[in-house]
């Protein structure tokens, strides 16, 4: 349970922050359209800070609910993350098909934190 609760706030927030970019590309994009390769940089930075956060808020996430040995879910959730969000942030899926993807996520990641790798 503490591992579906972690992967839902955690994806909840790195879409946020993956769609939050998009929209700031895309605002980059819109004010110069002529421009080449207008709004690519900031494509790029909103992919990596949507995506690199996963890893963070999956860890920190876990330790505060004072889980040990989850690194299947960081390393997989975040994985995972890398395809799954970029469907739905990349794509512009609706908002049903967003909430059911998050909710994916979730469940997934509390089936990855079942997995404990051996302590000291």
Known sequence: MKGAVASAVAAILCYLIWSGGR????????AQPDAFLAGSVESVLA???GVACMPVLLWAGM?????????LLV??????????????????VDGA??????ALFAVLGGALALVRTPGR
Request: with cysteine; glycine share 12%; charged share 20%.
């Open 23 to 30: 929209e700031w590309a895309s605002g980059v994009r819109d």
């Open 47 to 49: 992919l990596i800070a």
């Open 63 to 71: 330790r505060a609910l004072r889980e040990r040995g989850t690194h």
């Open 75 to 92: 390393v997989a959730g975040t994985c995972v993350w890398f395809f799954l969000g970029g469907h739905v942030v990349e794509d512009a």
């Open 97 to 102: 098909a967003t909430a059911l993807y998050l």
